[in-house]
């Protein structure tokens, strides 16, 4: 609504006492006051005077006639009001020339506005101003040795907009549309600056601004109220101008209420007088919003138009508040897309490097000729996708190589699928493989995705391959040669992308031969065929993978097992392990788990009778009857049947010794021996 000022009105006005403010962020501000009005003042946009400080309550004071006298009256104000430098309490009669002081503004009471004006030069000219939230207007009166600025003639921190319950009538319900398809659009930028240029245009095509601008602050966790912290994000002209931030007024204002400010007579502002390019900007009528959200000033938006016959007006304002806290809300957003990236990316880290720690834990242990040989032949056969063939006794370690070549492949980031062939019955093998649907066997209450199915764009790794019946043979050949399947109990197609690695202790020759195992499937297999080697033919490695089971075991069971003696490696590498590196693996968990302190000896280790005949003759050998000889000879003896046990493998003796390198060298000088010539 306006608010219409006849000329007759004009003299009354100019003669009814006034509030004038004599400094702070409204210097030069007046508001008249009237008899039967209560004039209230405060930080918050419903007040007749508006005073965007901080320390001004929301609902400070208010100035009202009682009694035949002007009085003030504090609200119960935070931080209280002051007239003539004494706070007060209760009601205080204002008398001509009284100031009260509210935070850092300075209010002077003049009881007859006219003659105080006139005496002091102050043009008092009323102009006919225009506000939805502020009434009455804002009057602004300028001293002559003040500083000119812009009119401010709307003020608003709410916007019909994005009320719940927003009546969409035909002037309202096209700027609603716009927000809602600005929103969708907002959603899908992830640059910030592309954002805020989204922003500006959607501005350009609802306001008859030519000119705008979105300004943040440096840091948006902890952002200011100082616009020197702001910095320029997006800039948008339409007459190709160069930006220029105008009128610290209008932004201190916009940023101090939180409000939309509407400023016109740009021109008055004294930046104008010392800068071209923005006279030649020639900028009418400006909007400031605030990008506020919760207690937190992020930014602003400033638009500016040069058209003097189609400013920006109140309804602009109140689009533009609304753009801002979309914006607002789209720029938390994006960091909070940033901080779960940051976080993705950190947990991605993390990730790898328990996968790369988990390699090296599970990656083949071992020095021997055949162990260099086997890694060898992984890192070639790993990156072909080739199906591979893995032989060996049970407990040597397949699944483990099995793993080497997933994690060395390109699917290495795919899932890694086992299935044990042997542990199910062919009924269940088949729906543990292939998967079953609903109500297709007794108990399948609902659909079952299979093994093949759950290692689609992976590896599965199928051992003891050998023990599958003939019938799941022929639909595992199929998915081998690529064709689909179909679930247990299903008629719909399956179709996976599979590296398949199986392994067997069986003798498959032998049982193609006698028909137990399909030959077209044994050459399909054996596109390439690794053999690993039983434990007891690489005894060289026995050492080295007791001590990685030793600290393995210590870390995980909390102990401090650090060494093994001497004579309990000895016994280590004498015994068969008929369960291969299993069997060592878990005598060594034993061990641990068992010894009393930090270094493991012969009655830490409890080996099985089963493994014993392999070394009976060593035993034999090491029992012999004593004989009268020095403990240097003896360990001189025990050092070179060591290295011949070796082959003259100085670091594996040295493991097998519990001794460094350098100090079996120093024993071998000592003892002057060296390698014998072996023609």
Same mark, same amino acid.
């Given at each position: 609504m306006s608010l219409e000022i006849r000329e007759s009105d004009t003299a009354i006005i100019k003669a009814a006492p006034h509030l004038f403010v004599r400094s702070g962020i409204l210097e030069g501000v007046s508001e008249a006051l009237k008899t039967g009005h209560v004039t209230s003042i405060g930080r918050a946009p419903t007040n007749q005077l508006m005073?965007?400080?901080?320390?001004?309550?929301?609902?400070?004071?208010?100035?009202?006639?009682?009694?035949?006298?002007?009085?003030?009256?504090?609200?119960?104000?935070?931080?209280? +009001?002051?007239?003539?430098?004494?706070?007060i309490t209760g009601d205080v009669i204002l008398i001509d020339n009284f100031q009260f002081q509210i935070g850092n503004t300075f209010i002077e009471f003049l009881a007859d506005y006219r003659r105080a004006t006139e005496a002091s030069g102050v043009n008092t000219e009323i102009g006919q101003e225009t506000s939805r939230h502020v009434s009455p207007q804002l009057h602004r009166q300028r001293n002559s040795q003040s500083e000119p600025r812009p009119e401010i003639v709307h003020a608003t921190d709410k916007t019909r907009y994005t009320s719940v319950d927003v009546d969409l009538t035909p002037?309202?319900?096209?700027?609603?549309?716009?927000?809602?398809r600005l929103g969708l659009r907002m959603s899908g930028e992830v640059d910030v600056r592309r954002l805020c240029e989204t922003v500006l245009d959607s501005l350009f095509d609802v306001t008859p601004s030519d000119i705008g601008a979105v300004l943040l602050f440096k840091d948006l966790d902890h952002p200011g109220q100082d616009p020197r912290n702001l910095e320029l994000i997006a800039y948008k002209s339409l007459n190709s101008r160069p930006f220029e931030r105008i009128s610290d007024y209008v932004t201190n204002y916009a940023l101090?209420?939180?409000?939309a400010v509407v400023a016109h007579d740009v021109k008055s502002d004294d930046k104008f007088s010392s800068s071209d390019s923005l006279r030649d900007m020639r900028a009418e009528s400006i909007i400031c919003a605030p990008i506020r959200i919760g207690n937190r000033m992020l930014g602003l938006i400033q638009l500016y138009a040069t058209n003097p016959d189609n400013r920006l007006q109140a309804d602009d304002a109140e689009f533009t508040l609304a753009v801002a806290d979309q914006l607002a809300?789209?720029?938390?957003?994006?960091?909070e897309r940033s901080r779960l990236a940051a976080g993705i990316a950190r947990f991605e880290q993390e990730n790898k490097t328990l996968r790369e720690q988990l390699l090296i834990e599970t990656e083949l242990v071992g020095d021997s000729d055949s162990i260099r040989r086997l890694r060898e032949r992984i890192l070639r056969i790993a990156p072909t996708g080739a199906t591979v063939l893995i032989r060996g006794e049970s407990g040597v370690g397949k699944?483990?190589?099995?793993?080497?070549?997933?994690?060395?492949?390109?699917?290495?980031?795919?899932?890694?699928?086992?299935?044990?062939?042997?542990?199910?019955?062919?009924?269940?093998?088949?729906?543990?493989?292939?998967?079953?649907?609903?109500?297709?066997?007794?108990?399948?209450?609902?659909?079952?995705?299979?093994k093949f199915e759950q290692a689609h764009g992976g590896t599965i790794f199928l051992d003891e391959v050998g023990e599958m019946s003939p019938a799941i043979q022929a639909k595992f050949l199929r998915v081998l040669e690529g064709h689909p399947y179909e679930r247990v109990g299903g008629g719909t197609e399956v179709r996976v992308d599979v590296r398949v690695v199986a392994a067997t202790n069986r003798d498959l020759e032998n049982s193609v031969d006698q028909g137990r195992f399909r030959k077209d499937l044994y050459f399909r297999l054996q596109v390439m065929e690794l053999l690993?080697?039983?434990?007891?033919?690489?005894?060289?490695? =026995?050492?080295?993978?007791?001590?990685?089971?030793?600290?393995?075991?210590?870390?995980?069971?909390?102990?401090?097992? +650090?060494?093994?003696?001497?004579?309990?490696?000895?016994?280590?590498?004498?015994?068969?392990w008929p369960g291969n590196v299993r069997e060592l693996q878990n005598t060594i968990e034993r061990a641990v788990i068992l010894c009393p302190g930090? +270094?493991?000896?012969?009655?830490? =280790?409890?080996?099985?009778?089963?493994?014993?005949?392999?070394?009976?003759?060593?035993?034999?050998?090491?029992?012999?009857?004593?004989?009268? =000889?020095?403990?240097?000879?003896?360990?001189?003896?025990? =050092?070179?049947?060591?290295?011949?046990?070796?082959?003259?493998?100085?670091?594996?003796?040295a493991h097998i010794l519990n001794v460094e390198r350098s100090t079996l060298d120093r024993k071998l000088k000592k003892y002057e021996v060296e390698r014998p010539n072996r023609r």
């Open positions: 005073i965007p400080d901080e320390l001004c309550s929301r609902n400070h004071c208010e100035v009202f006639f009682e009694g035949g006298a002007w009085r003030v009256r504090d609200l119960g104000s935070r931080n209280g +009001t002051r007239v003539n430098s004494q706070e002037t309202t319900s096209e700027p609603a549309q716009r927000l809602v101090e209420s939180r409000a809300g789209a720029l938390e957003n994006l960091k699944e483990l190589v099995a793993r080497a070549i997933h994690q060395h492949s390109n699917r290495a980031e795919a899932p890694f699928v086992t299935m044990n062939c042997a542990a199910l019955s062919e009924s269940l093998l088949e729906s543990e493989l292939f998967g079953h649907e609903k109500g297709s066997f007794t108990g399948a209450v609902s659909r079952k995705i299979g690993v080697e039983p434990l007891r033919d690489r005894r060289t490695d =026995i050492a080295i993978l007791a001590k990685h089971f030793m600290q393995r075991f210590s870390k995980k069971c909390g102990r401090s097992v +650090t060494s093994i003696l001497p004579s309990a490696m000895a016994t280590l590498v004498n015994y068969g930090e +270094t493991l000896g012969p009655a830490d =280790i409890q080996l099985s009778a089963l493994g014993r005949s392999d070394s009976a003759s060593t035993v034999s050998v090491s029992t012999a009857g004593y004989r009268p =000889i020095s403990i240097d000879l003896i360990e001189q003896e025990h =050092i070179l049947a060591t290295l011949e046990w070796t082959k003259w493998n100085k670091s594996q003796a």
